[in-house]
Nanobody
Framework: QVQLEESGGGLVQAGGSLRLSCAAS????????MGWYRQAPGKQRELVAA???????NYTDSVKGRFTISRDNAKNTVYLQMNSLKFEDTAVYYC?????????WGQGTQVTVSS
């Protein structure tokens, strides 16, 4: 089992920045990929960014150049630095970890961008 604790969401004006963190505990030696998804009201959950244990990174097109994903393997933590936030970035952001062949999800953290 892997437990995930997210933090860093909040309310920010358009153009501002936020940093999300997701710390994993439990069977952390089996963690492979870590990533962030988001779900806006009335929309499907979508991948925002992901990073593998080898450091390969993938971003959805809408956040390229604005968001940066990183991970600290010593702390079993993944981060999402979000800059130049837009109103359309408003969503609940979820951390997801692939470990031991299973997906584990965080509880979600609300990010609200005011225009």
């Amino acid at each position: 089992q892997v437990q995930l604790e997210e933090s860093g969401g909040g309310l920010v004006q358009a153009g501002g920045s936020l940093r999300l963190s997701c710390a994993a505990s439990g069977i952390v030696f089996s963690i492979n990929a870590m990533g962030w998804y988001r779900q806006a009201p009335g929309k499907q959950r979508e991948l925002v960014a992901a990073i593998t244990s080898g450091g390969s990174i993938n971003y959805t097109d809408s956040v390229k150049g604005r968001f940066t994903i990183s991970r600290d393997n010593a702390k079993n933590t993944v981060y999402l630095q979000m800059n130049s936030l837009k109103f359309e970035d408003t969503a609940v952001y979820y951390c997801k970890v692939l470990a031991g062949g299973y997906d584990y999800w965080g509880q979600g953290t609300q990010v609200t961008v005011s225009s």
